[in-house]
């Protein structure tokens, strides 16, 4: 088991950046892969960013390629997510995700998950 707590989000300018933590508590942070999600009004669910055990591998998905960072903490069982250049469709409740299972970083499957922190970008 492990518990995650979001925090960071907000309201920002297009244009601006807001960096996500997500705080881990329970298992061996460090025995999970990470991820961070969006899902905004009437829309599904999106992978945004994943990250691995050690970090040496990270997959972002193609709408914020270059815009955002994922990185983590493994001494402070945090995950992050540094996001820059903010567009008003980034708008959207973002989860930070855990997963203890080998799986690609393209996998969108996690166990746990936090209870999400909305971010409002305006035009």
């Known amino acids: 088991q492990v518990q995650l707590v979001e925090s960071g989000g907000g309201l920002v300018q297009a244009g601006g950046s807001l960096r996500l933590s997500c705080a881990a508590s329970?298992?061996?942070?460090?025995?999970?892969?990470m991820g961070w999600f969006r899902q905004a009004p009437g829309k599904e669910r999106e992978l945004v960013a994943t990250?691995?055990?050690?970090?040496?591998?990270?997959f972002y998905a193609d709408s914020v390629k270059g815009r955002f960072t994922i990185s983590r903490d493994n001494a402070k069982n945090t995950v992050y997510l540094q996001m820059n250049s903010l567009k008003p469709e980034d708008t959207a409740v973002y989860y930070c995700a855990a997963d203890p299972n080998y799986r690609g970083p393209t996998s969108a499957l996690y166990n746990y998950w936090g209870q999400g922190t909305q971010v409002t970008v305006s035009s």
């Open positions: 329970g298992r061996t942070f460090s025995t999970f892969r």
């Open positions: 990250i691995s055990r050690n970090g040496g591998t990270r």
